[in-house]
């Protein structure tokens, strides 16, 4: 295959990056450059000689680049500036990430100024005329390289590099280092911080009583550079490069303090505040985005890769051709190929060469020496490769369960690779990890959660039958290994579990439920040996792969398919054993003394044990529990203090950090667009891109027609979902709730329905007789965020109509009953709809309006004539942030004169003003009272039937935005943003 660059240098050219390759392979490598601003790649024909661009000053040395990080604000080169060899198989160097250097594209003085940074930082001063060595780091004739020693280092495979990274509390790391977190931190802990809130929030530009500004809250466009841009550039790098170095105890000189500027000044010209956009949004995060980026590339110290090996794929799967002209970001496994979207702009561009896979897990290498029975020493080497699924990747309880196409949450397969160093013969011993194949959810905010079953049964078996044909598909036979409680909490998913098993009737499907906390209460956990004696054999049924010689004699016929509830702590314990009876069954039968394993296998309990911390690192942010009896086989009390203390910080970070961190793993991945960081900054909160809210929102229209609609001869005109608040009768009672509202040719129908269930709640018939006219304009339920002030991302309508004899209100309420009365139907409608934290919801923290008390209408609105006369208040809901980002540089989210919103919001009225004519067609308008400022009371006006008016307009939504729902806001974007 074509060979990627191992080195490359970086060199900040008038127009754009140039990247150079350098080594003996770089001949064939041709040179590239990234144009700023734009982003695009194009080759380059005049190539640079490496010493002319080292004498320049502005390069550093790379030994990969990872992408291209895009945001509407700007864009980011990401360079690997330092790796760790962890393993060597068949000669090839498996590395870890350690350090990366994020490049602004967004001119020629601040990619210098980062590029100044990185050099300072891995200890090169680049000083005129220093002569390189043009040699490759990992080429034959040695393993020299460009820069200094301490650029890379290459631990030697015969001892494990696990690689395991200091952890640090919460409180540590918002207050003990708060000078760490740059502009944002500025904001909390300078009392002109707050200010900046308070004239945000009364329509003012922002600046502080001294006419400077705290958080900055500022348009970073691609195009404009300034010793501002640079100063917040600056410091966002030193913060995470000293974070990085605090977590990973690193002693590296910055070099950053003598040249940061400094963040504020009294005489600095105040710059443009952000517009009311997406990208003004995604602007202000954008510091936490690059941070959060480092810390997940970097500082986790959990992305691997390799630039011969296709670390993606097990040994059985392996491509034998290396001589193949086939670029290696195609031949490995999409499922594990972590930053293909980040690295597809060097695709896209033919620079196949710089395409380095990544790839996130956990790689560890251990060499042992055992003595055969006939007394001679062999030597051996035990790899582990877990490889993280990029499907449905995330954080613990946000990537629950199953999606519709069959993906499951923190599945892993983690690969045993026992080499025979004397025989030349590899052993590959394959299993996985996954979440329970259905969908259900957890809430963050308990210790111990409920699961909560989603969606209907045939959802549910549709979603299962698509996981179980994959694994099929991949691995042939496959043994389920349930570990989750029989009774309890866990049992309402356990047992479902089982059943969709039962339900396939596919022999070579089975299904085996092992109790983990029942068999070995008391923190017995040598008891799953009772798991081993009854499944142990299907180590030897399934097999494994083995090679010798480079070719494969025998292939593994299935995989043992292990989980809990999370797949982290029950689950590493269990799959460490069978691993150990594999490897176990291997050696004897490599004429092994069986008397001599239990003690020369100690180390693999280690190499086990820091998988399970690894895994469990990257999907609920701590270490694993149970680690002590996976190292040492034996359980203490101890042990359990220490678990408890992770559990505690597993709370922790499940309901503040979470939710950004997985909003930033899903934009690496492409999965959603920038929109994904309005919607965190109005709600804290990031949802789930797997699953098609389009499609669960049609799906809600189509069930609640089906439902409802109870004429055979009344035919649905059109459905639509949509947002409404908590209380009938009102504009803004919080928390909003999604709702779908269906047009007939004779009614209008408000369906109140429960998304986690498929099921319609309750539901109104409004007769269109009844219906006296509609106002649509912009409605603004919130300011406290630049996106929820936006008149045209904000839109809604309100539906006046009477309570006719037709119209008819029916509350599923379980029973026999469902006509209810209009006096309590609110009471009661409340008791049977889904709970606030359900569905695509407002702010539930947020109080009901004290400006518009309840039942009652918008000071807007006119006074009704009859007290009969009700509203109905909607809301058209947000774009979708899970719009997939484009490869490219993302241009701003909105330019159309007309927003979605306020196109939907027009459509609405104008169909049920089109179906209220037809069955009136004498309606042109409404008589009303005058209620202007100099009418009299007795002129009389004709209203429109559809009339352009604010709903709720900025000013009356500011005047009733009190100052505790201000600081909550406040209080809350300071812990999670």
Known sequence: MPGLVRKVLILAAIDGLLLLPAGPRS????????????????????????PQAVASGSSFE???????????????????????????????QIFVITDIALIPLNSKSEAEAAISRAKAKSGKRGTNGTALDDTDSEGEDGDSMLSSDDDVYDDPPGRPSHNRAASSSIAEDVIGKKGLYGRFAERWFWKRGWQVDGNRLQGLSGRGESGGESFRMRKMT????????????????????????????ETTATGDDATAQPLESPDEPTLEPVDNSAEGVANTLTPKLLRTTRILLAASRSFYFSYEYDITRSAVKQTHDTSSEVPLHKNVDPEFFWNRHLITPFIEAGQHHYALPLMQGFVAQQHFQIANKDGYGRNFLLTLISRRSAKRAGLRYLRRGIDESGNVGNCVETEQLLSDIDKTAEYSFVQMRGSIPIFFQQSPYALKPKPILMHSEFANKTAFQTHFRKLRDKYGEVQVVNLVERHNLEAIVGEKYEAYSNELEDPKIKFEWFDFHSECRGMKFENVSRLLDRVGNIVEEFGWTEEKGGKVEINQKGIIRTNCMDCLDRTNVVMSNFARRALEIQLTQLNIDPAKLETSLNFMNLLWADNGDAISKQYSSTAALKGDFTRTKKRNISG???????TLTRFWNNIIGDFFTQAVIDYLLGNVSAQVFVEFEAKMMSGDPAVSISKVRQNAIETSSRLVIADSNEEMTCGWALLTPNEENTLRTFP?????????????????????????????????????????????TSTLTSAQVDERQNVGLIVRYSTGKDNILRINTRSLTANVSRENADTVAEAVVPSPGDGDQEDAAKPADPKIPENTTSPSLPPPSDSKDRILAFKAISADSTIRASSRLPSPLRKSTE????KLVLSICNEVERACKIVNPSLHGTISDGTGEHSSTDEQTVRPFVEKKDVVSVLEARKSTGILEQVGYSIRRWVWA
Do not use: H
Not at 29 to 49: D, F, H, L, R
Not at 222 to 233: L, R, V, Y
């Open 27 to 50: 001949r064939s490598q041709g040179q590239a450059k990234v144009a700023y601003k734009t982003g695009v790649i194009n080759a380059v024909t005049n190539e640079t000689p490496i």
């Open 736 to 780: 909003f709730k999604e709702v779908v509202l269906l047009l007939t040719d004779a009614a209008l129908y408000f369906c109140k329905f429960d998304f986690a269930m498929d099921k319609v709640s309750a539901f109104e018939r409004i007769a269109l007789e009844d219906i006296k006219g509609l106002q649509y304009g912009p409605y603004i």
């Open 62 to 92: 790379a030994v990969g680049i990872a992408g291209i990080l895009s945001v509407p604000s700007g864009s980011w080169l990401i360079a690997i500036t330092k790796r760790s060899l962890v393993a060597e198989i068949k000669g090839r």
């Open 899 to 902: 927003s979605d919103e306020e």
């Open 640 to 646: 359990a203090l220490a678990d408890f203390g992770l």
């Open 222 to 249: 691609s195009g404009t550079t300034s010793p501002d841009s640079e100063a917040m550039d600056k410091a966002v790098s030193a913060a995470a490069d000293e974070q990085a170095q605090g977590s990973q105890a």
